[in-house]
């Protein structure tokens, strides 16, 4: 590859592999939480959640979508910094729902290949940055 040229285009399949990669994980998810929760009754799970108090799962949402709404900015200023042309509601469709579904599943390295194949494949075909001066 010559300096100055954008990255090759990958081939049409690669590019939507992260995007075949994501329902495998919700499925290989779910059966691994389906044994976890194999001796846990409905009954002991309500009991569990009803010692918590409101006051204290407020304040766990609030600070998990702030938590969300930062690693979100981060991406858009990350996405901004390589010059990367997509729009900013663009680049948060792409992250918000990546991190929540990464760090509630644990699958932070498929998620984040699903975030970076959206936001890539949706700005001008492929990647777009400024060309060294």
Not at 50 to 68: D, K, P, Q, W
Request: hydrophobic share 50%; glycine share 10%; aromatic share 8%.
């Amino acid at each position: 590859m010559k300096p100055g040229l954008p990255p090759p285009k990958p081939s049409a399949w690669f590019a939507r592999l992260p995007m075949l990669v994501l329902p495998l994980a919700m499925i290989g998810a779910g059966l691994v939480l389906r044994h976890e929760l194999e001796h846990v009754s409905y009954a002991d799970a309500k009991l569990a959640v009803a010692g918590i108090s409101g006051r204290a799962i407020g304040l766990a949402v609030a600070f998990t979508i702030g938590s969300y709404m930062l690693l979100t900015l981060y991406n858009v200023l990350g996405l901004a910094h390589v010059e990367l042309r997509l729009s900013d509601p663009r680049a948060a469709l792409a992250s918000f729902p990546a991190y929540v579904a990464s760090h509630n599943l644990g699958l932070a390295g498929a998620w984040a290949a699903v975030r970076c194949g959206f936001a890539c494949t949706r700005a001008s075909g492929w990647v777009q940055t400024r060309s060294p001066s």
